[in-house]
């Protein structure tokens, strides 16, 4: 089966810096995705790895290691607007193919 | 820019009723995706389209159907509704031949049973 593992919460200050991790065992692999959903909302997309390294977006970083089926997702310079679950996802196929999620990181920003 | 849209936001249903979800992709995409995410759960991956023929299946119930026309929307159909029914159910769109990686979420529709 998939499986993707990752913190079910994290509690950071604004103004700071926070890693989620995320580690996965799949059947297949096309690419790491990490998506940001606010309560109620639709996932949007925030950043993908499909090589090894680092891939640096604005406030958002990614690493990926596909020989340690591990990634994680680095948030600098904490907003209070940041407060959301983080959702790793795995695409298991092709570049078209399906997501396998994580339970998603529910990331509380404080004053 | 254009995005997902799905219709309706919000919909109400008793058990054992029937409901149809839309969705309409973003112009130009030719791949529409299905996903179930129930409170506090990940998102599950139900079923795809790809040029108005399935292209994938996941964890859809034998209740529900989908199709995808030839304008590239696509329906849910979901009969015989039971109360672990009620979910967001999200679809999204992406285009096969070169467009951005992953894909784009539609805002979704909140479905409760009762």
């Known amino acids: 089966g998939q499986n993707i593992d990752q913190p079910t919460e994290m509690t950071a200050t604004e103004g700071a810096i926070v890693q989620i991790n995320c580690t996965y065992q799949?059947?297949?692999?096309?690419?790491l995705f990490w998506y940001q959903q606010h309560a109620g909302e639709a996932p949007t997309f925030l950043s993908y790895?499909?090589?090894?390294g680092l891939e640096e977006k604005g406030r958002f970083s990614s690493f990926l290691s596909r020989s340690k089926g591990y990634s994680y997702l680095l948030l600098k310079e904490l907003q209070m607007k940041d407060s959301a679950s983080y959702l790793c996802?795995?695409?298991?196929?092709?570049?078209?193919?399906?997501?396998?999620f994580g339970a998603g990181t529910q990331v509380v920003v404080t004053p | 820019a254009a995005g997902v849209i799905q219709s309706p936001r919000h919909l109400i249903k008793e058990k054992r009723e029937t409901a149809t979800l839309k969705c309409y992709p973003i112009?130009?995409?030719?791949?529409v995706y299905w996903y179930q995410q129930g409170p506090g759960q990940d998102p599950q991956f139900l079923i795809s389209?790809?040029?108005?023929?399935?292209?994938d299946k996941g964890s859809i119930p034998d209740r529900f159907s989908a199709q995808q026309f030839s304008d590239y929307h696509s329906e849910l159909n979901m009969s015989s509704l039971e109360l672990g029914d009620s979910a967001l159910y999200f679809c999204?769109?992406?285009?096969?031949?070169?467009?951005?990686?992953?894909?784009?979420f539609g805002s979704g529709t909140r479905l409760t049973v009762v």
């Open positions: 999204a769109s992406s285009y096969r031949q070169g467009g951005l990686p992953g894909y784009t």
């Open positions: 112009p130009r995409h030719d791949t």
């Open positions: 996802a795995v695409q298991l196929t092709d570049s078209w193919g399906k997501f396998q």
């Open positions: 389209f790809y040029e108005k023929m399935q292209s």
């Open positions: 799949t059947s297949g692999f096309n690419g």
């Open positions: 790895n499909v090589l090894d």
